[in-house]
Nanobody, 117 residues
């Protein structure tokens, strides 16, 4: 299984970005998908999670109302729409896939998001 993130970049505060995570080597519908981020000097943290069972997504309190996670199983792709970006959103964003039965987990290589004030 391989995960490839794209869509990162540099924006000013208040701007928007959309991250994509493409999964290959398997089928997206088998996986619970998540976005994580890691800022310099900080631990990696969960940003948003979306199951493969149709339940409501989960979000970190810091991004609720600003970020939206979604998935397109037909395209084997997950997305993170990020609006009203803040400088504190600056981090490397990682895509994660966790198989819903084996719980085996896979990570992408990360994509940098930089928000300037």
């Amino acid at each position: 299984v391989q995960l490839v993130e794209s869509g990162g970049g540099s924006v000013q505060a208040g701007g928007s970005l959309r991250l994509s995570c493409s999964l290959s080597g398997s089928t997206l519908s088998f996986y619970i998908m998540g976005w994580y981020r890691q800022a310099p000097g900080k631990q990696r943290e969960l940003v948003a999670l979306i199951t493969n069972g149709g339940g409501s997504p989960n979000y970190a309190d810091s991004v609720k109302g600003r970020f939206t996670i979604s998935r397109d199983n037909a395209k084997n792709t997950m997305y993170l729409q990020m609006n009203s970006l803040k400088p504190e959103d600056t981090a490397v964003y990682y895509c994660n896939a966790r198989h819903w039965t084996t719980l085996r987990s896979y990570w992408g290589q990360g994509t940098q998001v930089t928000v300037s004030s």
